[in-house]
């Protein structure tokens, strides 16, 4: 089944990292698979296109199926082998809902994660202003505490939406991680720290930890003052 599969992926990318933990929960290890580099615009390549007309990664093929969006990969992966690996979402609605409630949710934390880590990228020097720079802290902050305050309420060693690992977490870890690996401190904020660091050590996503930050585990330091 999994010699059916393609994946185009790049390092570090929450996207590319979501489809990957599916895939290995699921127990489909052995697709085809290729690492691009962003910064060559590899993702531009016809290699891509061909599969995500968008120019975008991840660019994921089943068969004659292509999803390229990541929350829809996933989402196929638990439909299509449901049998295979761990239930991803859970039968109690309470659970289903509060699953599907914080995968759908981080799109807000992943939105202004980037407005503040990739704001000088994005936005021309001669356009870039000491208000939209603070207004986007502020509002990763705020965002920030949200998230700690629902794991301060959460029982000690829960995941997202409760005992079992789940869709939630296939899809809110590689955001969290991308925090810590800009500097976000875990003393700061110990509820999100303990959900790094229990997660982290899961072995779908030790099996599909970005190879560069392997090699410079030292990561940036954008978010240490938050």
């Given at each position: ?22 895939l290995e929960e ?29 120019g975008q990664l ?135 720290g303990a959900y ?31």
């Amino acid at each position: 089944m999994a010699k059916d599969m393609t994946l185009l992926w790049g390092s570090g990318s929450p996207p590319c990292w979501r489809v990957m933990i599916a895939l290995e929960e699921k127990q489909l290890q052995g697709y085809n698979q290729k690492l691009l580099s962003f910064e060559k615009a590899e993702h531009k390549s016809k290699e891509v296109l061909d599969i995500n007309p968008r120019g975008q990664l991840p660019a994921f093929k089943h068969g004659d199926n292509v999803l390229n969006e990541s929350y829809a990969a996933c989402m196929y992966l638990e439909s299509r082998f449901r049998s295979q690996g761990p239930q991803l979402i859970p039968e109690g609605q309470l659970e289903q809902a509060l699953m599907y409630q914080r995968m759908f949710e981080v799109l807000n934390f992943s939105d202004k994660l980037s407005n503040v880590i990739y704001y000088n990228y994005r936005v021309p020097e001669g356009e870039r202003h000491d208000s939209a720079i603070k207004r986007n802290k502020e509002n990763l902050a705020a965002e920030i505490k949200l998230w700690e305050g629902y794991f301060q309420k959460a029982e000690v060693g829960s995941y997202l939406a409760g005992k079992a690992f789940s869709l939630a977490d296939v899809i809110v870890f590689p955001v969290i991680a991308y925090a810590f690996r800009f500097g976000l401190s875990t003393a700061r904020y110990p509820k999100l720290g303990a959900y790094y660091n229990m997660v982290k050590d899961r072995p779908s996503v030790k099996a599909t930890w970005p190879p560069h930050w392997l090699e410079n585990p030292q990561g940036g330091d954008t978010l240490k003052e938050f």
